[in-house]
């Protein structure tokens, strides 16, 4: 009997890549305490060490195609931008990776799939199964979705602010200092197909918009309308500094 070909599961479809090896996605998306629970030592950290690796030269080998102008300082503070946290994190709820994890019973019951760090580590340790699978290319082209959804705000923002909630934080406290509701963000529509979506968010402050924000998950969409919405207060009201 000649078996079928194994169906691509629905993370190796957002994640753009299907394994030949389908052990190397499991333990990449092993965590410690599902594999303690199994009397294992198998979990992704190794496979972590190794994306981590990966990553790093994908970055740079991607920066130095795309800013041939940029003096080596500059590469080096934006590659650590977009290895961090920050970056790695919000991708990874992008593509659901946190749905797919392998988590142990306490894990799971302490919100492990939505853990920034948790979400970061297991990112790369997928990164560094793609790159055993497949080689460094398919690694590159699983990477640099990432890479560019981590450019997408101009350089002159700050990156980090944007994605651990300054913008959000500090037009709360504008309008507490008013008296008045608090913001309201309003999911107004999706782009792309589904392992490169684009969510586009509405601000509303008493009552009527007024700001617009887009980017690859709903917080930073929502970071971004608030962003957009102190600009427009400025020109009416002294927002404090952040």
Known sequence: MVLGRRPTTPFEKRLGYRFKKVDLLELALTHRSHANEQ??????ERLEL?????????????????????????????KAHLVSKVVLAPYAERIDLGSALRLGVGEERSGGRTKASLLADSLEAVFGAVYLDGGVEPARLAIRPMLEAGVEAPLGERP???????????????????GWALPEYRLVGESGPDHIKVFHVECHLEGGWIGRGEGPSKKLAEQRAAADALAQLETSATIPPP
């Open 50 to 78: 190794l994306g981590d690796a990966v990553l790093g030269l994908v970055a740079v080998e991607w920066l130095y195609a795309r800013h041939p102008e940029m003096p080596e300082g500059d590469l080096s503070k934006l």
């Open 39 to 44: 009397g294992s030592e198998e979990n992704y």
């Open 160 to 178: 980090q602010a944007l994605l651990e909630g300054d913008f959000k934080t500090r037009l709360q406290e504008f309008a507490q200092g008013r």
